[in-house]
């Protein structure tokens, strides 16, 4: 027979996509009866690799809400074409009445952004950038057009060696 104590404890496997919560939200429906409530949460996942996305939903628990938001992220991961720790061009996006502009950094200039672009960019594996979020500061609408500007980006080019 085994000892409790003797067993090895079992190690925690590191999760396939980091997650960070951008917003948690409670919303009313009312009823007959009285109010409802929700939760909606709305969560970047990324592997710091290239892979990010933007996931929202709802659910009657906070823990509900954020597992439904990581599936919807999941279903919306894009790849991001990287030009080593930045992004190869200058991109600017206008979702609604979001607008994103992102410019690439030079190497060790860091992530200049703030709020959901940062999360989304930091997410991405983007070290070195620098942003600016014009028009609306809603969380949902600036990290969905965060997304929408670095789908837009095109391949870096390579340098052509000279063979002579």
Request: proline share 3%.
């Amino acid at each position: 027979m085994v000892n409790k104590n003797s067993r090895k404890p079992k190690r925690r496997e590191k999760p396939e996509f980091e997650q960070k919560l951008l917003d948690l939200a409670r919303v009313t429906r009312v009823v007959k009866g009285g109010r409802r409530f929700r939760f909606r949460a709305t969560l970047v996942i990324g592997d710091r690799k290239g892979q990010v996305g933007v996931g929202v939903a709802k659910g009657t628990d906070v823990s509900d809400s954020i597992q439904k938001a990581f599936n919807d992220a999941k279903k919306n991961m894009i790849t991001v074409k990287l030009d080593g720790n930045t992004i190869p061009h200058d991109v600017t996006k206008k979702l609604g009445s979001a607008k994103v502009l992102l410019k690439p950094a030079i190497e060790g200039r860091g992530i200049i952004a703030g709020g959901a672009v940062r999360a989304v960019v930091d997410l991405a594996g983007i070290r070195d950038i620098i942003s600016k979020s014009l028009g609306s500061s809603n969380k949902l609408n600036v990290a969905r057009t965060t997304v929408e500007a670095l789908r837009e980006l095109k391949a870096p080019r390579v340098a052509k060696e000279d063979t002579k």
